[in-house]
C-alpha cells in the first residue's frame, strides 16, 4: 500500500491512498466531493470493529441523506433567489439608464451661454452630464444594494440555464454565498462548491483547530481554493462580527451599505441549534435568505423526560404522546420563529422533517414587521390525554381575524386576544387528566410549491452522486401529501393559479391569508396503539382508511412515523370508526376490559350496563329520558362501511417512505476527538 501512496496534488479518486507530511489519508467520496481520512493503523484495525475508524473529525456516513437533500433543497432555492436578483439588477439598469437620460435632456434644454464666451468655456460645459450622471448612479446604487451587490466574473455554468438567464451579455452573475457554520471535514462546503453551479463562494468554519487544518487539506486535495472560504473561528462569533460590522458600515443618512450577508446558513450542530440561532437570523439575507437547521437532541423534544432543558432550549413544552417527534418539529420552528421576531424578521417553513434521530428544516428568512404582527396567532398550545386515550385539542395563543376596510373592497387583519381553554381539564372522550404542551408554532410546517421544486432538482440528479434518492423522493413526496388545505384555502390557491396563468398579478389580499394561515389538522395518530387502548385487534390500513373517507374526510399518512394516519376528521369520528369496526368486524371480550380504564370509558361499557339494569327493572315501562338522548345522540352518528378498495392508496409507483435500519448500531455516533465547547459538532 506504501508504494501506491499520492500525492495531495493528485487528483482525488475514491478509496486512494494520499501521503502528506508524514501521514497517511484514505480519500472517501460522497457526492463530487472526497474527504481525507486518517488511515488505522495495524494496531487500530486490531481493536476497531470494520465500520469503525480513527477519528480526529466527525464524519457520520449515515448523513449522506441529510446533505444530499440539503444540496438540492438549496439548488431549488437558489435558482429561483439568483433569477430575483437578476431581475431587480436588470429593473434598476433601467431605472438608471432612464435617469441619465432624463438628465442628458435636462442638460440640453438649459441655455449654452458658453456661445457668447470663448472657445475654452465651451470645452467645460460638456463634462458636467457625465459627472451629474455618475452622481445619479451612485445614488441609485445604494437604493438598490441589495440586487448588485458584490458582482463577481465568476464564469457561469452552462448546465444551468435557469441560473444564468440574464447574464449572457455581461457575462457575470450575482453572488450566492454560503455559510458552512460548524463545519467540521468540510464535507458539505466541499459538496456545495462542486455541485451547485451558481455559487459564488463557501465559507467553512470550525473551532477546532484540527477540523480546520483537515478542511484546508480537503479543499487543496479538491482543488476548490477559489470557491471555498476556510474560517477558524467560533461560530457565534464569526456570525456576531458579519452583523457587527454591517451594523456599524452606515451611510451619513444612517442607511446600511453594502451587506455581506449569506444567501444560506447552514447550521448542523451535534445536539441543538438553539445557542446559534439569535445569531444566524441575522446572518442570513433578509429578503428572503434561507436558514437550514438540523436539531439531533431527539431525546429532548421528542420526550417526556427533560421538560425543563426543551422549554430552555426552544421556549415549549414537548409531549408525551406518539406524534411527539411532530411536535419537535415545531418547536424548534417556534424558537427560530421568536428568535427573528425581535429584530422584525419573519420566517416561512419551506421544508421540515423528522429524519431518524433528528430534525432538519428549511426556513425562508425576511424583513417585514407587518408580518410579524401575525406570528401571535400562528403560535399554539396543545392539550394532551397522554394518560388516556391520547386524543389532543389545540388552543392558539391570539386571534388573526380578518374585517372588511372602510371602502367594503377588501379586508385588513386585527390582531386580538383568544378565547380559552378550548378543553376542560378532563378529557371529553375518556375523562383522563389534560396536559399541556407548548407553546409551539401552528402554521404550515412545509411548502408545496418549495417541495416541488426539489422534487424537479431530484429529478435531474444523477444516481451515482446522490446515493439517497429513492429514499428522498419518498419522503418529499410523503411530506406533499400530508398537506391537507382546508375548502377556503383550495379556493384561494385556484383564484391564485388563475390570475397567474391570466397574466394579471395576485390579489394582495392572497398575501395576508397566506400570512394568518394555520394548519387546522396537525399531528396524526397510530391505529395500533388506539387498538392497544380499546383491546381489540387492530384494523388493517386500507378499510380503516377506506371508512374515514366514506364519512367525508381526508386521510393520509406523515412523514414522520411509519404507520400514522393524519386525517381532517375530529376525534369524536375517529372514535366512533373504531367502535363500529369492534361491533362489525373484531368483537371483544368485555370482561377484560377493566371498568375505569379509558377504554372501558371508549366503548361506554358502562352507559351499556346501566342500560340492561334500567331494562330489567322497567320490563316494559318507556325509557328514561337519558336513556332516550343517548340512544338518539347513537342514531345522529353516520353509518360506517369499511371499504377495503375506498381506501388502498395509488400503488403505480413504488416509493421508499420510511428508512430501513442500514446498519447495527447505527445512530448519531460519537463526538469527534478534541476538546470544544458543548454547542458545537464536528459533523
Same mark, same amino acid.
Given at each position: 500500500?506504501?508504494?501506491?501512496?499520492?500525492?495531495?496534488?493528485?487528483?482525488?479518486?475514491?478509496?486512494?491512498?494520499?501521503?502528506?507530511?508524514?501521514?497517511?489519508?484514505?480519500?472517501?467520496?460522497?457526492?463530487?466531493?472526497?474527504?481525507?481520512?486518517?488511515?488505522?493503523?495495524?494496531?487500530?484495525?486490531?481493536?476497531?470493529?470494520?465500520?469503525?475508524?480513527?477519528?480526529?473529525?466527525?464524519?457520520?456516513?449515515?448523513?449522506?441523506?441529510?446533505?444530499?437533500? +440539503?444540496?438540492?433543497?438549496?439548488?431549488? !432555492?437558489?435558482?429561483?433567489?439568483?433569477?430575483?436578483?437578476?431581475?431587480?439588477?436588470?429593473?434598476?439598469?433601467?431605472?438608471?439608464?432612464?435617469?441619465?437620460?432624463?438628465?442628458?435632456?435636462?442638460?440640453?434644454?438649459?441655455?449654452?451661454?458658453?456661445?457668447?464666451?470663448?472657445?475654452?468655456?465651451?470645452?467645460?460645459?460638456?463634462?458636467?452630464?457625465?459627472?451629474?450622471?455618475?452622481?445619479?448612479?451612485?445614488?441609485?446604487?445604494?437604493?438598490?444594494?441589495?440586487?448588485?451587490?458584490?458582482?463577481?466574473?465568476?464564469?457561469?455554468?452552462?448546465?444551468?440555464?435557469?441560473?444564468?438567464?440574464?447574464?449572457?451579455?455581461?457575462?457575470?452573475?450575482?453572488?450566492?454565498?454560503?455559510?458552512?457554520?460548524?463545519?467540521?471535514?468540510?464535507?458539505?462546503?466541499?459538496? !456545495?462548491?462542486?455541485?451547485?453551479?451558481?455559487?459564488?463562494?463557501?465559507?467553512?468554519?470550525?473551532?477546532?483547530?484540527?477540523?480546520?487544518?483537515?478542511?484546508?487539506?480537503?479543499?487543496?486535495?479538491?482543488?476548490?481554493?477559489?470557491?471555498?472560504?476556510?474560517?477558524?473561528?467560533?461560530?457565534?462569533?464569526?456570525?456576531?462580527?458579519?452583523?457587527?460590522?454591517?451594523?456599524?458600515?452606515?451611510?451619513?443618512?444612517?442607511?446600511?451599505?453594502?451587506?455581506?450577508?449569506?444567501?444560506?446558513?447552514?447550521?448542523?450542530? !451535534?445536539?441543538?441549534?438553539?445557542?446559534?440561532?439569535?445569531?444566524?437570523?441575522?446572518?442570513?439575507?433578509?429578503?428572503?435568505?434561507?436558514?437550514?437547521?438540523?436539531?439531533?437532541?431527539?431525546?429532548?423534544?421528542?420526550?417526556?423526560?427533560?421538560?425543563?432543558?426543551?422549554?430552555?432550549?426552544?421556549?415549549?413544552?414537548?409531549?408525551?404522546?406518539?406524534?411527539?417527534?411532530?411536535?419537535?418539529?415545531?418547536?424548534?420552528?417556534?424558537?427560530?420563529?421568536?428568535?427573528?421576531?425581535?429584530?422584525?424578521?419573519?420566517?416561512?417553513?419551506?421544508?421540515?422533517?423528522?429524519? @431518524?434521530?433528528?430534525?432538519?428544516?428549511?426556513?425562508?428568512?425576511?424583513?417585514?414587521?407587518?408580518?410579524?404582527?401575525?406570528?401571535?396567532?400562528?403560535?399554539?398550545?396543545?392539550?394532551?390525554?397522554?394518560?388516556?386515550?391520547?386524543?389532543?385539542? +389545540?388552543?392558539?395563543?391570539?386571534?388573526?381575524?380578518?374585517?372588511?376596510?372602510?371602502?367594503?373592497?377588501?379586508?385588513?387583519?386585527?390582531?386580538?386576544?383568544?378565547?380559552?381553554?378550548?378543553?376542560?381539564?378532563?378529557?371529553?372522550?375518556?375523562?383522563?387528566?389534560?396536559?399541556?404542551?407548548?407553546?409551539?408554532?401552528?402554521?404550515?410546517?412545509?411548502?408545496? @410549491?418549495?417541495?416541488?421544486?426539489?422534487?424537479?432538482?431530484?429529478?435531474?440528479?444523477?444516481?451515482?452522486?446522490?446515493?439517497?434518492?429513492?429514499?428522498?423522493?419518498?419522503?418529499?413526496?410523503?411530506?406533499?401529501?400530508?398537506?391537507?388545505?382546508?375548502?377556503?384555502?383550495?379556493?384561494?390557491?385556484?383564484?391564485?393559479?388563475?390570475?397567474?396563468?391570466?397574466?394579471?398579478?395576485?390579489?394582495?389580499?392572497?398575501?395576508?391569508?397566506?400570512?394568518?394561515?394555520?394548519?387546522?389538522?396537525?399531528?396524526?395518530?397510530?391505529?395500533?396503539?388506539?387498538?392497544?387502548?380499546?383491546?381489540?385487534?387492530?384494523?388493517?390500513?386500507?378499510?380503516?382508511?377506506?371508512?374515514?373517507?366514506?364519512?367525508?374526510?381526508?386521510?393520509?399518512?406523515?412523514?414522520?412515523?411509519?404507520?400514522?394516519?393524519?386525517?381532517?376528521?375530529?376525534?369524536?369520528?375517529?372514535?366512533?370508526?373504531?367502535?363500529?369496526?369492534?361491533?362489525?368486524?373484531?368483537?371483544?371480550?368485555?370482561?377484560?376490559?377493566?371498568?375505569?380504564?379509558?377504554? !372501558?370509558?371508549?366503548?361506554?361499557?358502562?352507559?351499556?350496563?346501566?342500560?340492561?339494569?334500567?331494562?330489567?327493572?322497567?320490563?316494559?315501562?318507556?325509557?328514561?329520558?337519558?336513556?332516550?338522548?343517548?340512544?338518539?345522540?347513537?342514531?345522529?352518528?353516520?353509518?360506517?362501511?369499511?371499504?377495503?378498495?375506498?381506501?388502498?392508496?395509488?400503488?403505480?409507483?413504488?416509493?421508499?417512505?420510511?428508512?430501513?435500519?442500514?446498519?447495527?448500531?447505527?445512530?448519531?455516533?460519537?463526538?469527534?476527538?478534541?476538546?470544544?465547547?458543548?454547542?458545537?459538532?464536528?459533523?
Amino acid at each position: 500500500m506504501a508504494s501506491e501512496a499520492k500525492d495531495i496534488t493528485a487528483p482525488p479518486a475514491d478509496k486512494q491512498v494520499i501521503a502528506h507530511e508524514g501521514k497517511r489519508y484514505v480519500t472517501v467520496k460522497e457526492g463530487l466531493a472526497h474527504i481525507l481520512v486518517p488511515e488505522p493503523s495495524e494496531e487500530d484495525k486490531e481493536n476497531l470493529r470494520p465500520d469503525q475508524a480513527v477519528r480526529q473529525v466527525f464524519y457520520n456516513p449515515i448523513q449522506q441523506y441529510n446533505r444530499d437533500l +440539503t444540496v438540492l433543497a438549496i439548488k431549488a !432555492y437558489g435558482k429561483e433567489a439568483v433569477q430575483q436578483k437578476q431581475a431587480s439588477h436588470s429593473k434598476l439598469e433601467k431605472i438608471i439608464e432612464k435617469k441619465r437620460k432624463r438628465q442628458a435632456q435636462k442638460q440640453d434644454q438649459q441655455p449654452n451661454k458658453a456661445q457668447k464666451g470663448a472657445d475654452g468655456e465651451k470645452a467645460t460645459t460638456e463634462p458636467a452630464t457625465d459627472a451629474t450622471s455618475a452622481e445619479t448612479v451612485q445614488n441609485n446604487g445604494e437604493e438598490a444594494k441589495d440586487a448588485t451587490e458584490q458582482e463577481t466574473d465568476v464564469p457561469v455554468e452552462q448546465g444551468d440555464k435557469q441560473a444564468t438567464n440574464g447574464t449572457a451579455k455581461t457575462g457575470k452573475q450575482p453572488p450566492f454565498t454560503v455559510l458552512d457554520a460548524l463545519s467540521a471535514s468540510g464535507l458539505r462546503a466541499l459538496r !456545495y462548491a462542486h455541485e451547485i453551479p451558481f455559487l459564488t463562494s463557501v465559507t467553512a468554519n470550525d473551532l477546532l483547530a484540527t477540523a480546520v487544518e483537515s478542511i484546508k487539506l480537503n479543499v487543496k486535495h479538491n482543488r476548490l481554493e477559489d470557491k471555498v472560504n476556510v474560517c477558524h473561528d467560533d461560530a457565534l462569533a464569526h456570525m456576531y462580527t458579519l452583523i457587527a460590522k454591517e451594523l456599524r458600515a452606515k451611510d451619513p443618512k444612517g442607511k446600511p451599505t453594502m451587506s455581506e450577508k449569506y444567501d444560506v446558513v447552514d447550521l448542523d450542530p !451535534y445536539g441543538t441549534a438553539a445557542p446559534f440561532l439569535d445569531a444566524a437570523v441575522q446572518s442570513v439575507r433578509d429578503d428572503g435568505g434561507l436558514l437550514c437547521v438540523t436539531c439531533t437532541d431527539s431525546g429532548v423534544w421528542a420526550s417526556n423526560g427533560y421538560p425543563e432543558k426543551c422549554y430552555s432550549l426552544y421556549g415549549g413544552v414537548p409531549v408525551k404522546a406518539w406524534f411527539s417527534h411532530e411536535v419537535g418539529i415545531r418547536l424548534v420552528l417556534y424558537s427560530i420563529q421568536t428568535a427573528a421576531a425581535k429584530y422584525g424578521l419573519t420566517i416561512e417553513p419551506l421544508l421540515s422533517l423528522s429524519i @431518524d434521530f433528528y430534525i432538519r428544516v428549511f426556513v425562508r428568512v425576511k424583513k417585514s414587521p407587518a408580518a410579524v404582527k401575525f406570528q401571535g396567532g400562528k403560535n399554539m398550545m396543545v392539550y394532551n390525554c397522554d394518560s388516556g386515550c391520547g386524543a389532543w385539542s +389545540t388552543q392558539l395563543l391570539m386571534r388573526n381575524k380578518p374585517s372588511p376596510n372602510k371602502k367594503g373592497s377588501g379586508v385588513f387583519y386585527k390582531h386580538t386576544f383568544a378565547q380559552g381553554p378550548s378543553v376542560d381539564k378532563g378529557c371529553e372522550h375518556c375523562g383522563s387528566t389534560m396536559h399541556m404542551a407548548g407553546p409551539m408554532y401552528g402554521g404550515r410546517i412545509h411548502s408545496p @410549491d418549495f417541495i416541488k421544486r426539489v422534487l424537479g432538482e431530484l429529478d435531474e440528479a444523477p444516481t451515482d452522486v446522490y446515493g439517497t434518492t429513492l429514499r428522498i423522493r419518498g419522503m418529499l413526496q410523503t411530506a406533499l401529501e400530508e398537506i391537507l388545505l382546508t375548502p377556503e384555502e383550495q379556493e384561494a390557491e385556484k383564484a391564485k393559479e388563475e390570475a397567474i396563468q391570466a397574466g394579471k398579478k395576485p390579489d394582495p389580499a392572497f398575501r395576508e391569508a397566506e400570512l394568518a394561515a394555520i394548519d387546522p389538522y396537525p399531528f396524526y395518530f397510530h391505529p395500533a396503539t388506539i387498538s392497544g387502548i380499546l383491546k381489540c385487534s387492530c384494523p388493517p390500513e386500507a378499510p380503516l382508511k377506506g371508512a374515514l373517507r366514506g364519512l367525508g374526510y381526508r386521510v393520509t399518512r406523515s412523514h414522520c412515523k411509519p404507520g400514522s394516519i393524519k386525517t381532517d376528521a375530529p376525534w369524536s369520528i375517529i372514535w366512533h370508526v373504531f367502535r363500529e369496526w369492534i361491533r362489525q368486524k373484531a368483537p371483544v371480550k368485555e370482561e377484560n376490559i377493566k371498568p375505569g380504564t379509558p377504554g !372501558y370509558r371508549l366503548l361506554r361499557l358502562g352507559e351499556k350496563k346501566k342500560q340492561e339494569e334500567q331494562a330489567e327493572q322497567a320490563e316494559g315501562a318507556e325509557a328514561p329520558k337519558e336513556q332516550q338522548s343517548e340512544q338518539a345522540e347513537a342514531e345522529k352518528m353516520p353509518e360506517v362501511v369499511f371499504d377495503e378498495q375506498l381506501g388502498r392508496d395509488d400503488k403505480t409507483v413504488k416509493l421508499v417512505r420510511y428508512q430501513a435500519n442500514p446498519r447495527e448500531n447505527w445512530g448519531p455516533l460519537n463526538r469527534a476527538v478534541g476538546k470544544v465547547p458543548s454547542h458545537h459538532r464536528k459533523d
